[in-house]
C-alpha cells in the first residue's frame, strides 16, 4: 500500500508517496551509514535526475543499496 509521508527537505515541508517498507528500508540505511534520515533524503534528493520523480528515485536508491550488499 502506497502512503503518503509527510518529512522536512531542506527545510521545507513536503510529502512524498512511498509504500511503508521502502521507508522502513531508508530508515535503516540511514542508520547504517550514520547519517540522518533527513539527511539520507537530500542527498537522494541532490544526485536524482532533474524532472525525475523523488519517490521513484527513493525505490531506486533502497534497490541499488540492497542489491551491493
Do not use: C
Amino acid at each position: 500500500m502506497i502512503r503518503k509521508h509527510s518529512t522536512t527537505l531542506h527545510g521545507h515541508r513536503t510529502s512524498i508517496s512511498l509504500e511503508d517498507a521502502f521507508w522502513d528500508e531508508l530508515r535503516i540505511i540511514a542508520e547504517k551509514r550514520k547519517i540522518s534520515f533527513a539527511a539520507l533524503l537530500a542527498e537522494i534528493d541532490d544526485k536524482r535526475p532533474e524532472g525525475s520523480n523523488l519517490s521513484s528515485s527513493l525505490r531506486v536508491y533502497v534497490l541499488n543499496w540492497l542489491k551491493s550488499q
